[in-house]
């Protein structure tokens, strides 16, 4: 089938939603996963960031395959949306929702919403060019402890991560089950608690990553 | 009991259309839906108003003609129910009705309630169907069919081809009732030969006809009157990935 096909047709876009959806689902776990070692103390997240900045080669192969499946995401997502608003061009004066969630219908708000947080958190982690000013460990490594701790200690970095977070809830909380449903892995024995496991996946990982800003503004477990 | 309704009206397809409120007295709980609304034409006939349009034809839900979104719900507030088999007992004295069309881009408005929907017979003729050759008829029970695929594929022949499904989805998108039909043939025999390309022509033929996409919303399965799960976009979806290795022709 050519590709041509596949980026016009119904289901072929939503394939390639589903399938840069998962990618970025993978790397949102994997990245919560590192963040935990925060928990480890300086020590446990310092050494964390040093391994990763050993694999650089491969980092940098990591960093433009998520560049493209963001990219992608956000293509076929802005064109989906755009074609579903006209195909309902008068609204309806009552329309219930019986089944579908807030969620679910504002995926492109959360997107976009994500979208900015991605390129606020890059400024601020990645290029350092927004937050406290920080030292450098050997070389020119930053002590991301440091980093971090500073940065949550002000309640406006602290609250904008928790913002973004609950964003991502959102966004999961409807993405997750729908990436079983797009690639066919559903049916009527599954149907029925797809959606609560997307929901308890979503609040899983959104609250693994909101525990960090909120522990460390509020001075627990990490001094 | 009395009631207010506040119907959709629309002189033709240019118009812009608007809600117009009437006034619905002395109805029965045990009348229909549209028995009620024969009730109001009459009384609006004989205001010199004229009456409103609305589509209907067997009244007993099994040809699904009637379409009308009661408020916010097409079909109405009773699961698994047409418009002509709702009963007045599903509303209180006093209760406001909204009355709308199905809205799709898809379905222009003919005249007040009533929709074109010959889009849907299109998506049918793009590939909702199996060839047979001409010939001889061949034996009833020739091809053996599990009864598990007969029962699947039964449950997906049970759309009427109203349309709701359509009216209800935030994206205008007419995703089950194109599943319900590759569904159905994909899981008999007789469809199972032309089930790759069926899929791709007709979820082609569906963003051509201006429905939306899938966004796995759920409203149509609340909406259908048939009770179509969306098993059968899951399994259309499933179609799909599998039609892709077979390399797909536009057109012939
Ligand atoms: C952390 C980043 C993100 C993750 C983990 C993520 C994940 C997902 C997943 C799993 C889906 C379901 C795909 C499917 O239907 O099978 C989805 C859908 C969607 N995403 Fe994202 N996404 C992210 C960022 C974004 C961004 C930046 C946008 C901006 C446009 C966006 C817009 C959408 C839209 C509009 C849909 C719904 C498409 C539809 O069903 O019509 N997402 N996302
Ligand atoms: S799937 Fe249900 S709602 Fe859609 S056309 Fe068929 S019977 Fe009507
Ligand atoms: S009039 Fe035939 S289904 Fe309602």
Same mark, same amino acid.
């Given at each position: 089938?050519?590709?041509?096909?596949?980026?016009?047709?119904?289901?072929?876009?939503?394939?390639?939603?589903?399938?840069?959806?998962?990618?970025?689902?993978?790397?949102?776990?994997?990245?919560?996963?590192?963040?935990?070692?925060?928990?480890?103390?300086?020590?446990?997240?310092?050494?964390?960031?040093?391994?990763?900045?050993?694999?650089?080669?491969?980092?940098?192969?990591?960093?433009?395959?998520?560049?493209?499946?963001?990219?992608?995401?956000?293509?076929?997502?802005?064109?989906?949306?755009?074609?579903?608003?006209?195909?309902?061009?008068?609204?309806?004066?009552?329309?219930?929702?019986?089944?579908?969630?807030?969620?679910?219908?504002?995926?492109?708000?959360?997107?976009?919403?994500?979208?900015?947080?991605?390129?606020?958190?890059?400024?601020?982690?990645?290029?350092?060019?927004?937050?406290?000013?920080?030292?450098?460990?050997?070389?020119?490594?930053?002590?991301?402890?440091?980093?971090?701790?500073?940065?949550?200690?002000?309640?406006?970095?602290?609250?904008?991560?928790?913002?973004?977070?609950?964003?991502?809830?959102?966004?999961?909380?409807?993405?997750?089950?729908?990436?079983?449903?797009?690639?066919?892995?559903?049916?009527?024995?599954?149907?029925?608690?797809?959606?609560?496991?997307?929901?308890?996946?979503?609040?899983?990982?959104?609250?693994?990553?909101?525990?960090?800003?909120?522990?460390?503004?509020?001075?627990?477990?990490?001094? | 009991?009395?009631?207010?309704?506040?119907?959709?009206?629309?002189?033709?397809?240019?118009?812009?259309?608007?809600?117009?409120?009437?006034?619905?007295?002395?109805?029965?709980?045990?009348?229909?839906?549209?028995?009620?609304? +024969?009730?109001?034409?009459?009384?609006?006939?004989?205001?010199? %108003?004229?009456?409103? @349009?609305?589509?209907?034809? *067997?009244?007993? &839900?099994?040809?699904?003609?009637?379409?009308?979104?009661?408020?916010?719900?097409?079909?109405?507030?009773?699961?698994?129910?047409?418009?002509?088999?709702l009963h007045m007992r599903q509303f209180k004295d006093g209760d406001e009705i909204y009355i709308e069309p199905w809205r799709s881009r898809a379905f222009p408005v003919i005249r007040d309630l009533v929709v074109d929907r010959s889009a849907m017979d299109r998506l049918i003729q793009a590939g909702g169907y199996v060839s047979v050759s001409t010939g001889g008829v061949p034996?009833?029970?020739?091809?053996?069919?599990?009864?598990? +695929?007969?029962?699947?594929?039964?449950?997906?022949?049970?759309? %009427?081809?109203?349309? @709701?499904?359509?009216?209800? *989805?935030?994206? &205008?998108?007419?995703?089950?009732?194109?599943?319900?039909?590759?569904?159905?043939?994909?899981?008999?025999?007789?469809?199972r030969a032309e089930a790759a390309r069926r899929v791709c022509t007709m979820t082609d033929a569906m963003i051509e006809e201006g429905f939306g996409n899938c966004s796995n919303h759920y409203d149509c399965e609340a909406a259908c009157p048939k009770g179509i799960s969306v098993k059968f976009i899951a399994q259309l979806n499933r179609e799909y990935i599998m039609a892709l290795?077979?390399?797909?022709?536009?057109?012939?």
């Amino acid at each position: 089938m050519p590709l041509k096909h596949l980026i016009r047709s119904a289901v072929g876009r939503k394939l390639f939603m589903a399938a840069t959806g998962f990618i970025l689902f993978g790397f949102v776990v994997a990245h919560l996963l590192g963040n935990l070692s925060i928990y480890l103390g300086a020590d446990g997240i310092n050494a964390y960031a040093r391994h990763l900045h050993q694999l650089e080669p491969l980092l940098w192969v990591f960093r433009l395959g998520l560049l493209a499946a963001v990219g992608l995401h956000v293509l076929f997502g802005i064109i989906l949306t755009l074609e579903n608003r006209s195909a309902r061009p008068v609204a309806y004066k009552r329309k219930k929702h019986p089944r579908s969630s807030l969620a679910g219908r504002t995926m492109i708000y959360s997107g976009l919403l994500l979208a900015t947080f991605i390129g606020l958190h890059l400024l601020h982690f990645t290029f350092r060019t927004i937050g406290p000013q920080i030292e450098m460990l050997n070389g020119d490594m930053p002590n991301v402890f440091r980093m971090i701790v500073d940065s949550f200690r002000q309640a406006g970095y602290a609250l904008t991560y928790v913002a973004a977070m609950t964003v991502l809830f959102f966004h999961i909380s409807h993405g997750f089950a729908s990436l079983f449903q797009t690639s066919g892995i559903n049916n009527e024995v599954t149907l029925p608690w797809l959606g609560r496991l997307s929901r308890t996946v979503a609040i899983i990982l959104a609250a693994g990553f909101v525990s960090i800003p909120v522990l460390i503004f509020f001075g627990l477990v990490i001094k | 009991m009395d009631l207010t309704l506040h119907v959709w009206r629309q002189k033709g397809p240019k118009d812009k259309g608007k809600l117009a409120t009437y006034k619905a007295t002395d109805i029965s709980p045990d009348m229909s839906f549209l028995e009620m609304m +024969d009730v109001v034409n009459e009384g609006l006939i004989k205001q010199g %108003i004229e009456p409103v @349009a609305f589509d209907h034809d *067997c009244r007993e &839900g099994i040809c699904g003609t009637c379409s009308q979104v009661i408020n916010g719900d097409p079909h109405g507030p009773q699961a698994k129910t047409t418009v002509c088999q709702l009963h007045m007992r599903q509303f209180k004295d006093g209760d406001e009705i909204y009355i709308e069309p199905w809205r799709s881009r898809a379905f222009p408005v003919i005249r007040d309630l009533v929709v074109d929907r010959s889009a849907m017979d299109r998506l049918i003729q793009a590939g909702g169907y199996v060839s047979v050759s001409t010939g001889g008829v061949p034996d009833a029970n020739a091809i053996l069919i599990p009864k598990d +695929d007969a029962e699947t594929a039964m449950d997906a022949a049970e759309c %009427i081809g109203c349309g @709701a499904c359509v009216a209800a *989805c935030p994206n &205008g998108s007419a995703m089950l009732f194109v599943a319900s039909k590759v569904g159905q043939l994909a899981k008999l025999p007789q469809g199972r030969a032309e089930a790759a390309r069926r899929v791709c022509t007709m979820t082609d033929a569906m963003i051509e006809e201006g429905f939306g996409n899938c966004s796995n919303h759920y409203d149509c399965e609340a909406a259908c009157p048939k009770g179509i799960s969306v098993k059968f976009i899951a399994q259309l979806n499933r179609e799909y990935i599998m039609a892709l290795p077979k390399g797909y022709k536009e057109k012939e």
